[in-house]
């Protein structure tokens, strides 16, 4: 059986996965309104990790016999000004899972909480893939700058990606 106070942060991180999979939904919408459909298809699958990501996290409240909050999901915003504000706020957003993921981290070594550490490792890990991705995609998009044939080419190269989770 889980802790009450893991319980509750792992409630909380599980419903930051869901809203994280509204902020990608959001930028996937985003780009394809401005017809960059790579960047819409690179979003969406982000969005499906997110559910994913959620969804593991439920899923081990319930083995461990705990009772899954789920909580009303913000609305993320609906427009950015650039493709690179969309990005970096993909960044900033990956980064703030990290440090959630920290936290939580944290909580199981101070409760002792073994089993709740090594599910964890998993995201630990998952979370330097998921920054890394972002970074280098902020990165590629700022040396694209203005350059609409540069950005055509990204736009390809994102479509091109495939679910690996």
């Known amino acids: 059986m889980i802790v009450n106070k893991i319980e509750s942060a792992i409630n909380k991180q599980m419903n930051l996965e869901l809203h994280s999979a509204y902020i990608y939904l959001s ?31 439920y899923d081990y409240l319930l083995e461990r016999e705990g009772t899954v909050e789920l909580t009303a999901v913000k609305a993320p915003p609906a427009e950015w000004k650039s493709p690179l504000a969309a990005c970096q706020d993909a960044l900033k957003h990956e980064r703030v899972n990290t440090k959630q993921i920290n936290v939580l981290m944290e909580l199981a070594f101070a409760a002792n909480d073994h089993a709740t550490r090594v599910f964890l490792q998993w995201f630990v890990t998952e979370q330097v893939e998921e920054e890394a991705s972002a970074s280098k995609l902020v990165e590629k998009v700022k040396l694209a700058k203005d350059d609409k044939g540069a950005l055509f080419i990204l736009d ?9 989770e």
Do not use: C, P, V
């Open 156 to 164: 390809q190269e994102l479509g091109k990606r495939l679910l690996t």
């Open 27 to 57: 930028m996937s919408a985003y780009f394809d309104s401005i017809n960059l459909d790579g960047f819409a298809h690179w979003m969406r699958l982000q969005a499906q990790e997110e559910l994913g990501h959620s969804l593991k996290l």
